[in-house]
């Protein structure tokens, strides 16, 4: 299976679905991210969002989701029932498949720096990803809400940020970013509108108070339906299982004479967590989630169809696309790809504590360079597609054939400024490849190399691509142009392949 991390975002904007909205196609707008399920409750004022995508995407996901936040939510004017502080009140990744909980953490951390920085909001490290003891449990770090930690972040050192500045952004609050196991958002409604009642008993099976370990606990009137509600966080399901908690609170209930109406999941919930609540409840002996048959269809491939074709299969089609250009842009994401790994294999030993911070950075810049190019990629073939499309337009009259001349001047410029960019990204490559090849682990130099040598390829692939897509054009003041950005590139990219050779040669001896 792929990588695949999960993201749960929780805003604080729960009645208007617009705002929520906007924030979606925000983060959906990375190509790659896919966003899961989105749920809205008006009296605790606040939404859940859950995307999935791979790892080298989720930062700038999130990070757009932030944004659009900050935008739109305002919360000198916000109210509800649940707790918060922030726009983005909290942001946890989720470890899904080929994750692990330092990937996580990283992620979780390069969200933060870039939160507090460019949207200077003050950013706490939970859970997981915590800094320190003291902010594991969110409960802790959101302790206050809003208006507690407006009035006291810039004078209790307690309550200073992991990133951004020491004091609060008025409209946007604080926020904090975490790693943590998936958890089960789980909501009990009684039939009473007694608010008492239900503080009792989420007492009774919160941990804060001697209840489930794995279980937080708030009880909260909604006024809309006149009665209460346990709402809950089950943040270890298989340690402390739905049912088990539905049948304390049952228990709990009855002793002040009042009923459980119904229950409700909000957002996603893990197959694993339904499957054990059906096999206490139906008494099953020896059942497992393998006997589900949805379960074995996605285990088998779930389609009828056959696996899906692969980057190279396509590439080895009779189709022109994705061509050349396409396959420079994955040679350029594959070097950005080697250039981060060596980072991760040095940044966080000691021996290397001196570059510690500038590997991190190139790390980080690598990652955003890897996700371009390989948009680009796509990018590549719908450009030559345009041009074969402008192609094909209708050409019987003289404004007919103009146009046709027209559109197909245009979609070439575009489709020679597609491995144009790859040519740039490719050259920024090969100075982070650089850095890594001179300073980064020296058990990794011949990674630092290959990177080097496939940046080089999308470098010269690239340029092969721009040349040959000018080369029918009309407007030569254009053309001269592109000559020239070709040729100061492949210099300016020829000299650092050069030198991560000779880097790695002098590394590897003879």
Not at 45 to 65: D, I, M, Q, W, Y
Not at 109 to 137: C, D, F, H, M
Request: proline letters at 4%; hydrophobic letters at 40%.
């Amino acid at each position: 299976m792929a990588k695949l991390v999960e993201c749960v975002p929780n805003f604080s904007e729960g009645r208007r679905p617009e705002v929520i909205d906007q924030i979606c196609a925000a983060i959906s707008s990375v190509d790659g991210v896919t966003v899961l399920d989105r749920e809205m409750d008006p009296d605790h004022n606040r939404a859940v969002v859950t995307f999935v995508c791979h790892p080298s995407l989720a930062v700038e996901a999130a990070f757009r989701g932030y944004q659009t936040a900050a935008e739109l939510i305002d919360m000198t004017t916000h109210s509800g029932e649940h707790p918060r502080m922030g726009a983005c009140d909290v942001c946890p990744f989720i470890p899904i498949s080929e994750v692990s909980d330092d990937d996580a953490v990283e992620l979780a951390n390069q969200l933060g720096k870039r939160v507090g920085e460019e949207l200077r909001i003050p950013v706490y490290l939970y859970e997981t990803a915590a800094s320190r003891p003291g902010r594991k449990n969110l409960a802790k770090v959101r302790r206050g809400e809003y208006e507690g930690i407006r009035d006291s972040i810039a004078t209790d050192p307690d309550r200073a940020p992991d990133y951004g500045p020491t004091e609060m952004n008025l409209k946007s609050g604080a926020t904090a970013i975490g790693v943590r196991f998936p958890l089960v958002a789980y909501n009990v409604y009684l039939s009473t509108n007694q608010k008492w009642i239900a503080d009792r008993i989420a007492d009774a099976v919160r941990s804060l108070k001697g209840g489930y370990r794995f279980v937080k606990a708030l009880g909260f009137m909604i006024h809309e339906r006149d009665q209460v509600q346990i709402s809950m966080n089950l943040v270890n399901y298989q340690k402390t299982p739905i049912f088990r908690v539905l049948e304390t609170i049952r228990s709990e209930a009855a002793r002040y004479g009042v009923a459980v109406t119904s229950t409700e999941v909000v957002g996603l919930v893990p197959l694993e967590a339904l499957v054990d609540v059906a096999d206490f409840y139906l008494q099953l002996e020896g059942f497992s989630k393998d006997q589900v048959l949805e379960q074995k269809l996605m285990e088998a491939g779930g389609s009828a169809s056959g696996p899906a074709e692969s980057f190279y299969d396509d590439v080895a089609s009779s189709s022109p696309a994705p061509g050349g250009g396409s396959v420079a842009a994955a040679a350029g994401a594959l070097a950005a790809a080697l250039t981060a790994m060596v980072c991760r294999l040095t940044v966080g030993k000691k021996q290397y504590a001196s570059v510690k911070d500038e590997l991190s950075s190139v790390r980080d810049t690598a990652d955003t360079l890897r996700t371009e190019l390989e948009r680009l990629i796509v990018t590549d073939s719908e450009a030559f597609n345009d041009v074969m499309a402008a192609f094909k337009l209708p050409k019987s009259t003289d404004d007919e054939a103009a146009a046709r001349d027209t559109a197909i001047e245009a979609a070439t410029k575009k489709a020679a400024e597609v491995p144009l960019s790859v040519m740039e990204h490719a050259v920024t490559v090969l100075e982070l490849a650089q850095v890594v090849a001179a300073k980064g682990n020296p058990n990794s130099v011949s990674d630092a190399g290959v990177a080097g040598l496939m940046g080089r390829a999308a470098l010269e692939g690239a340029g092969y691509n721009v040349r040959i897509n000018i080369a029918d054009l009309t407007d030569e003041a254009y053309k001269s142009g592109l000559r020239s950005k070709v040729q100061s590139l492949r210099e300016r990219g020829g000299v650092l392949a050069d030198t991560i050779a000779s880097l790695v040669d002098e590394k590897l001896g003879s």
